[in-house]
């Protein structure tokens, strides 16, 4: 079992920045792929961004890409999502999810752990 906590949220101006974290416990992440999604009011769940543990290849979701940076912390067994220049259209609750198998995938379903989110709200 792993168990993943977010945090990190808020509220933040159009144009600013966030960093979430994403603590993982149970079991070392590292070789893992660990993914973050996004979920906006009356809206589906939208991948984001994903680090491969094996060997550290990330993706991005066009929405995010050149925007937010994925990154590990093996000694914290941790997993940040740096946001910047954020938009409105960014506002949502955004989850971590861990995949034990490998590979990068956009799928929510093809993770098997999630957190219990966090809040980001881009509001002037």
């Known amino acids: 079992q792993v168990q993943l906590v977010e945090s990190g949220g808020g509220v933040v101006q159009p144009g600013g920045s966030l960093r979430l974290a994403c603590a993982a416990s149970?079991?070392?992440?590292?070789?893992?792929?660990v993914a973050w999604f996004r979920q906006a009011p009356g809206k589906e769940c939208e991948f984001g961004a994903a680090?491969?543990?094996?060997?550290?290849?990330?993706y991005y979701a066009d929405s995010v890409k050149g925007r937010f940076t994925i990154s590990g912390d093996n000694a914290k067994n941790t997993v940040f999502l740096q946001m910047n220049s954020l938009k409105p259209e960014d506002t949502g609750v955004y989850y971590c999810?861990?995949?034990?198998?490998?590979?990068?995938?956009?799928?929510?379903?093809?993770?098997?752990?999630w957190g219990q989110g966090t809040q980001v709200t881009v509001s002037s």
């Open positions: 999810a861990v995949r034990q198998y490998g590979g990068i995938w956009s799928a929510a379903s093809m993770y098997d752990y």
């Open positions: 680090i491969s543990g094996s060997n550290s290849v990330t």
């Open positions: 149970g079991r070392t992440v590292s070789t893992y792929t």
